[in-house]
């Protein structure tokens, strides 16, 4: 008995809560008489698709930098990496795999000058992190307006020149994970090749973070004067953490993109960092440490309860946007109080 | 001035307190009288400062389960629960660490929270809080207080400015500048100042008492005792040793009665390698840029196999030398391990160089308090000697099971008080978290160990194994260990030699059997 309530506790509060108000919602569903299937299988493929840009928050928590607010830097990379793939022509296979090496190539390379930032201040990398991010975003907006493709797919229909606001993939690489080897369990589809390639990036994080540069960087992460002294270069540590977030953040849009079928430019990119904070702070991570089963646990948590009960009160309260609202309010809700969590635990 | 002449101004009477089991003061019953000036010293973790945080009402005291014992000021009992009732009731404290604004000028420090005010027009409907500040009165209110002093300063420059002698006048000013001071409690007040600077303080002590102020002097310095203290408290291990008046001792017997018992140590063991001939480390023309611990300048070499201690008062700069030797702080000059010149500056040269280092500074550079205990006593290994990985195919793994194996092993013989090897060290209570990063540096198997404080707040028995493993390590496998320490039992307990240090600088090396009296007068910087 007290085993089981140890394991309650371990598990938390807060999931257990998210847990209770998905299933209300799930019979709700139910009660409405929606196509539970179709629910299932939204919430298999949003899963999925947000869980890289879940994962890619975790590098920086660990190395102490905490939640990564300048993950649109890693996004936007990942737009870049995107529309080129696209601006080559590159179909399928041959388009999603150049369009994920060179996400990954240029998060990496401009992660580390954004890694190089953060070192300079210290101690409020959440706080530079977020205006960096909004800062770049606007900046990019520029350089859409300005860029040189020729893509028609990409550039406005009429006008010629400047990225699109959403550039559709469905004629390229639309879903080329989600339909791989999926297959239908009873009405519900399962997005095989997604998770394969998801579970596949977790399990390459997991494996970095039982490397010796996963250990030096959770060291760092907990306490920098400590390695520093056992002869850690403190500085390079972190840089390799921020670089691989913001390699993940740009990884995790390409995956994104795929399955919701468009490239999202201009001020897309602002708001993006949002959902994947929430997951991982709801799956238990805390600033102090962070674990693979976080990122898992949390995606699943959010991203069904978002997808579930979107159409739920769509139908309670129709002809409103007040599901946005309550969207909104929930994921950013969740943000506040794991972070009062976070930094709560000290007594 | 005569009826209060027979009741003290303040009386302790069997204080005690306890942090959980662990009973840092017991039974301390201490009276002072109006105008007296009462020295209070003992060494490190003798319960002085637990002593002036009951005085004062400190948070610490109430959040723990208060004090025993009772408390007397004016022969009326009370107990402090706050800092304000404190200073309610007349008793004001000089902390060591400032508590001043910077930005603000010597008077409004003076004067902050009490400000004199004038009413003006918005504060008649809306209160107090808006009244006019005079700034005029602060100044000459100010000037009045430091005169009381007898210290001649412009009370209107900025306190950051200031020269840190000053900064302590201010602070002592704005404590008598109080209308009901009785007492005033001193914390080390000259533990960071020069010389000169820390005789004007004295002098201002003694100005004091003058005007009928009785002060409480918490210090470690013998000299300042003797040359104004009316009497004396020592304590040691929570305990009142003994309590006289400083006409009738000597700095000898101080000292004496500080260092006290010697540690029960367990029986010392033979050399199995003797100390040699061959110079392990030498320090040529050593500076280290450390705050607080400044290292101006030494010389010192220290023999393969023997245990050197440092000594020395706080702020001396004994500290500083291990952490400079370690790349930790600025350091200048030249080092020589083992007949190599060290890099100096870097702790990464320093690691190679076969140097490991058990910082003074605990909780900061000791151990990585959310990581498991087994990782932290893995860590230094892990990063320097590339131990406890396993290949797995392409991929570098560490090896989870060497660790745990690793970390079982010394938690068993250190006894550490752990429910396994994944608890956090942060969770530990500080002698087990000691053991865990003796334990993590025996792991580097270093040809010079350098430990600085190692026994500072913990309990007796971790402290026996933490010296009691020093010792081994150097008798059995020979390893050199450089031992700084501000107590002086454990100095004379483990070493081979002690050098003193004074102002930054070496003033003796003694054999650890000199007499108290001469580290004593080494301590205090003069020279033989």
Known sequence: MDNIRRKIREFGMPRIIIIAFIFVILIGAMLEGQDMAALISDSLVRVGQNMILALAMLPAILVGAGLNMGLAIGIVCGLLAGLLSIQWGLMSWSGILMACLLALVFGSIVGVGYGKLLNLVRGSEMLIGNYLGSSVVYLMCMFWFAAPFTNPTIIWPMGGTGVRTTVPVSEYYEKVFNRFLAFKIGGVTIPTGLFLFVFLMCFLVYLFTKSKSGITLRVVGNNPSYAAMFGVNVNRARLIGIALSTALGSLGIVVYAQSYGFYQTYEGPLTMAFTPMAAILLGGATMRSVKIRHVIIGTFLIQTLLTTALPVSNQLFPESNLSEVFRIIISNGIILYALSQAGGNEK | ?528
Not at chain 2, 81 to 91: C, N, V
Not at chain 2, 249 to 270: F, H, Y
Not at chain 2, 485 to 500: F, K
């Open chain 2, 1 to 528: 001035m005569e009826t209060n002449a027979v009741i003290p101004v303040l009386s302790i009477q069997n204080v005690g307190k306890a942090y959980g089991e662990n009973w840092v003061l017991s039974d301390v019953s201490i009276d002072i009288m109006p105008g007296e000036i009462h020295a209070i010293c003992g060494e490190n973790g003798a319960g002085k400062s637990t002593l002036m945080n009951i005085l004062f009402g400190m948070s610490v005291i109430s959040d723990t389960g208060g004090y025993a014992g009772k408390i007397f000021i004016n022969g009326e009992e009370c107990r402090i629960a706050s800092p304000d009732q404190a200073i309610a009731k007349g008793i004001g404290m000089v902390h060591q660490e400032f508590m001043l604004i910077p930005g603000f000028s010597a008077s409004e420090n003076i004067k902050l929270n009490r400000e004199p005010l004038n009413a003006n027009i918005v504060s008649r409907f809306l209160g107090r809080k808006l009244k006019t500040v005079d700034f005029a009165k602060i100044n000459s209110n100010s000037k009045e207080s430091l005169d009381k002093l007898g210290i001649c300063m412009d009370e209107t420059q900025m306190v950051d400015t200031l020269p840190v002698g000053y900064m302590q006048f201010v602070e002592i000013a704005r404590e008598i500048d109080k209308e009901n001071m009785k007492v005033l409690i001193l914390d080390e007040p000259t533990a960071v100042l020069t010389e000169s600077e820390a005789e004007i303080v004295l002098k201002v002590v003694k100005r004091l008492s003058s005007i009928g102020i009785s002060v409480l002097l918490i210090t470690h310095r013998i000299n300042d005792i003797m040359e104004i203290a009316d009497k004396v408290t020592i304590l040691r291990d929570g305990r009142n040793v003994k309590t006289m008046p400083v006409s009738e001792t000597s700095p000898g017997e101080i000292a004496q009665l500080m260092v006290g018992r010697e540690l029960d140590l367990n029986t010392i063991q033979k050399r199995i390698v003797p100390i040699g001939e061959e110079v392990a480390m030498s320090l040529r023309n050593f500076i280290v840029h450390m705050p607080g611990e400044m290292v101006r300048g030494i010389d010192l070499d220290v023999r393969r196999g023997e245990i050197l201690g440092i000594g020395g008062l706080a702020g001396q700069g004994k500290v500083g030398i291990a952490n400079g030797i370690m790349g930790i702080f600025p350091t200048e000059g030249e080092a020589i391990v083992f007949g190599k010149p060290l890099k100096l500056n870097s702790s990464k040269a320093s690691m190679n160089a076969k140097l490991a280092f058990v910082s003074e500074d605990r909780r900061r550079m000791g151990f990585a308090p959310d990581l498991s205990i087994a990782l932290n006593i893995a860590a230094p290994a892990m990063f320097n000697y590339n131990q406890f990985f396993r290949r797995i195919l392409f991929f570098e793994q560490i090896d989870e099971k060497g660790i745990d194996a690793v970390a079982r092993q010394y938690i068993e013989e250190f006894q550490i008080k752990c429910t396994g090897p994944q608890q956090p060290v942060g969770t530990l209570s500080g002698g087990n978290q000691q053991k865990v990063c003796i334990a993590s540096v025996l792991m580097l198997r270093p040809d010079i160990l350098l430990v600085s404080e190692p026994t500072r707040g913990i309990d007796v028995g971790a402290k026996n194994m933490v010296l009691n493993t020093i010792t081994k390590i150097n008798r059995e496998l020979g390893v050199t260990v450089i031992f700084t320490s501000s107590e002086l039992a454990e100095l004379r307990q483990v070493c081979d030699r002690i050098a003193i240090i004074a102002d930054g600088q070496i003033s003796d090396i003694l054999p650890a059997d000199a007499d108290s009296e001469v580290i004593g007068v080494a301590m205090s910087g003069k020279r033989r």
